[in-house]
């Protein structure tokens, strides 16, 4: 079976960066009102500037789909065009829409001939997943070029007047109409954007390649019930009800569209988990840890840094610090499009070299899935 290499990789930013202090300008106020959590949540975070695919006065400027073809154009040139893609893989948390698949809309987009296109809808771990198909397609000899992408357009989402109506059901309650933590949470967390990446069968005749060694992905739902998760209810023993059980009027008076997170589970559960499936992996994979040049986790806050660093080194497989590389604070928490936004800029910014190797980390805490990934630069 042939080799599977990373040739070239691309992103797109909506827009331009937007500071903490013009978040809420953009977002709107809940209720009218600042939200009481989001300074404690920066502060955690460490987040300094996101991406929206919104204009100043919150109007949209791209569909997700749009966001996606954007970056998937900035892999082609006149050696490698739309007419060459043979399998495109799309994955992302918020599709524009139910149905048609975020791949075929992404197709159409790009308006390439017909060709192979599969979609992955989940959390954070679906732009992996999505590569992961990528990359079995041309390991198995089914295709030479194949796509894969992560985009996120999840402002939309955020926006206040989506919490209007719950805010005014809380009123008539005579609350305190303060949206729950839950779901305040998550709307100074998310930026927009998109990431991909070309996979081909042999690397670059000139410049830097990264072979694929290995990528590997696991699902622990089985242990854990759901800790993120949108159009849904949550009851106290954990379960869902989905949005179709609801009468529509309680769509808006419980937000039940809006992305909500259990930050106790994740708390407790995230990083226990994934590290334990890092030792499981070096031991497997024989990993020599003191020549690993680069490590690359998806973390959606800094705060969890220190969490996984400290719970690996007690699990003997530690990573040291300068080795870490991430680009949270500047880009946001991008979702599915995260691992491929961090790769770029280590591949188009001359920070890699023959020999390198590589090891990408992304957890989901939707239901709690991990990947990792391993890479060599050649």
Known sequence: MPDVYITRLSKYMPNAPVSNDEMEQILGMVDGKPSRAKHKILENNKIQTRYYALDRNGNSTHTNAQLAAHCIEGLLDEKIGKNDIEVLVCGCVAPDQLLPSQAAMV??????????????????????????????????GESTKAVACGSEKVSGWLRAEKFDAEAENLKQLEADPIIAFEKDFLRWMISDGAGAALLQNEPNKEGLSLKVDWIEMKSFANELPACMYAGAVRSPDGSLTGWA???????????????????????????????????????????????????????????????????ITR????????????????????????????????????????????????????????????????
């Open 107 to 140: 197709h159409g987009e790009l308006g390439c001939p017909p060709i192979e296109v599969i979609s992955v809808n989940s959390a954070c771990a679906s732009g992996f997943q999505a590569f992961k198909y990528a990359y079995l397609s041309v390991k198995a």
């Open 245 to 311: 059980e609801y009468p529509s009027e309680e769509w808006g008076k419980q937000s039940i569209f809006s992305f909500k997170q259990d930050t106790r589970l994740l708390g407790v559960k995230v990083v226990p988990i994934g590290s334990q499936y890092w030792k499981e992996l070096v031991e497997k994979h024989n990993i020599d840890l003191n020549k690993l040049t680069w490590f690359l986790p998806h973390i959606s806050s800094e705060f969890f840094r220190e969490k996984i660093a400290n719970e």
């Open 315 to 378: 699990l003997g497989v530690p990573i040291a610090p300068e080795k870490w590389f991430t680009n949270l604070s500047s880009v946001g928490n991008i979702g599915s499009a995260a691992p491929y936004v961090m790769l770029e800029e280590l591949f188009n910014n001359n920070k890699l070299k023959k020999g390198d190797t590589i090891v990408i980390m992304v957890p989901e805490s939707a239901r709690f899935t991990y990947i990792y990934a391993h890479l060599t630069v050649v």
